[in-house]
């Protein structure tokens, strides 16, 4: 069992800049891979972002080049450093950890891009 908590959402004007926190605890070191994902209102869920164990990173093109994935090992968190946000960025973010063949998912952290 793995459990997820994020933080760090908010209401951010376009061109600003948000990091959001995902602690995890539990079986962690089982974890083989963690990401970011977000659904927007009317929409599915996607993909923002993912990062392995050996420190391997894959984007969303839509985030590419403002978006930075990281994780502090040693304090069993996960980040998502969000720069120059649009309002098409708006969304419930979900932190998520991949144990195979399971996946599990935080509560969502809600971020909102308007001026």
């Known amino acids: 069992q793995v459990q997820l908590v994020e933080s760090g959402g908010g209401l951010v004007q376009p061109g600003g800049s948000l990091r959001l926190s995902c602690a995890a605890s539990?079986?962690?070191?089982?974890?083989?891979?963690m990401g970011w994902y977000r659904q927007a209102p009317g929409k599915q869920r996607e993909l923002v972002a993912t990062?392995?164990?050996?420190?391997?990173?894959n984007y969303a093109d839509s985030v590419r080049g403002r978006f930075t994935i990281s994780r502090d090992n040693a304090e069993n968190t996960l980040y998502l450093q969000m720069n120059s946000l649009k309002p098409e960025d708006t969304a419930v973010y979900y932190c998520?950890?991949?144990?195979?063949?399971?996946?599990?998912w935080g509560q969502g952290t809600q971020v909102t891009v308007s001026s």
């Open positions: 990062i392995t164990n050996g420190g391997a990173t």
């Open positions: 998520n950890a991949y144990m195979w063949p399971i996946n599990y």
């Open positions: 539990g079986s962690i070191f089982s974890i083989n891979r």
